[in-house]
């Protein structure tokens, strides 16, 4: 296997800032936006939950008619 070249210099050391750096805009805050979908999405599974658990609780519940 060949051996290859490296230099003693890191990638930060050669690297180099544009000319126009001092013009970039600054970075916006982050605000963190609400996902409706999401929290939509949430409320229907918990509903749907609910319902399924109610249905089980109704089918054990139940006895067979006496003969």
Same mark, same amino acid.
């Given at each position: 296997? #060949?051996?290859?070249?490296? %230099? *003693?210099?890191?990638?930060?050391?050669?690297?180099? =800032?544009?000319?126009?750096?001092?013009?970039?805009?600054?970075?916006? #805050?982050?605000?963190?936006? %609400? *996902?409706?979908?999401?929290?939509?999405?949430?409320? =229907?599974?918990?509903?749907?939950?609910?319902?399924?658990?109610?249905?089980?609780?109704?089918?054990?519940?139940?006895?067979?008619?006496?003969?």
């Amino acid at each position: 296997m #060949p051996k290859l070249p490296f %230099s *003693d210099s890191t990638d930060v050391e050669r690297s180099e =800032a544009p000319i126009d750096f001092t013009n970039t805009a600054s970075f916006r #805050p982050h605000r963190q936006e %609400s *996902d409706q979908f999401g929290k939509a999405m949430f409320i =229907a599974l918990g509903i749907v939950l609910v319902v399924f658990l109610g249905s089980m609780i109704a089918v054990l519940m139940m006895h067979t008619p006496k003969l």
